[in-house]
T-cell receptor, first 115, second 110 residues
Framework: DADVTQTPRNRITKTGKRIMLECSQT?????MYWYRQDPGLGLRLIYY???????NKGEISDGYSVSRQAQAKFSLSLESAIPNQTALYFC?????FGTGADTQYFGPGTRLTVL | TQLLEQSPQFLSIQEGENLTVYCNSS?????LQWYRQEPGEGPVLLVT?????EVKKLKRLTFQFGDARKDSSLHITAAQPGDTGLYLC??????????FGTGTSLTVIP
């Protein structure tokens, strides 16, 4: 089984709808991240969390919210989806200490299309 | 503004050729990572470099961290079709946030 899983893998929705993307991990890592990937722009950080009570905004948090329900679960919500949020979304985890803190483990991604 | 600039953005070469991909920044980082991403999958870590001037080898791939820890290069010798993918550099300071480059899409033609 994969260490970092994301659901759904693909989603098509309409403008104005609320969408939740979910991420679960079995690596036992404290740190979790949400990124979006757009062609030519690489990966951009949306939100990150260092533990259940610690949530931080990333580079492009506007229009998104997150919830860290448990150490292993980190969900991303689009309260009112708009077409320019069409992208590939990745969840990632990392360890807290030493060289493990420099390594991120990614889920398989969620392809979101907003019509 | 992109913190990490990768070049080239696209690269298409014949099997057996050598290539180099560059990752540049005006900022200093405590470590830099290289990832490879295949279609339909998330990025997978290839290597982490932490010391200025450090060189690491992974089979036919050679990674170098600049002396000033602002830039890095990835050199592939005798490229194979299995090397095809998107190569991403990423950098961090103490692991608090990671900054990713725009990526280099490599196609190796048999």
């Amino acid at each position: 089984d994969a260490d970092v899983t994301q659901t759904p893998r693909n989603r098509i929705t309409k403008t104005g709808k609320r969408i939740m993307l979910e991420c679960s991990q079995t690596k036992g890592h404290d740190r979790m991240y949400w990124y979006r990937q757009d062609p030519g722009l690489g990966l951009r950080l949306i939100y990150y969390s260092f533990d259940v009570k610690d949530i931080n905004k990333g580079e492009i948090s506007d229009g998104y919210s997150v919830s860290r329900q448990a150490q292993a679960k980190f969900s991303l919500s689009l309260e009112s989806a708009i077409p320019n949020q069409t992208a590939l979304y990745f969840c990632a985890t990392s360890d807290r200490f030493g060289t493990g803190a420099d390594t991120q483990y990614f889920g398989p991604g969620t392809r979101l299309t907003v019509l | 503004t992109q913190l990490l600039e990768q070049s080239p953005q696209f690269l298409s070469i014949q099997e057996g050729e050598n290539l180099t991909v560059y990752c540049n920044s005006s900022s200093v980082f405590s470590s830099l990572q290289w990832y490879r991403q295949e279609p339909g999958e998330g990025p997978v870590l290839l290597v982490t470099v932490v010391t200025g001037g450090e060189v690491k080898k992974l089979k036919r791939l050679t990674f170098q961290f600049g002396d000033a820890r602002k830039d890095s290069s990835l050199h592939i010798t005798a490229a194979q079709p299995g090397d095809t993918g998107l190569y991403l550099c990423a950098a961090t300071n103490t692991g608090n946030q990671f900054y990713f480059g725009t990526g280099t899409s490599l196609t190796v033609i048999p």
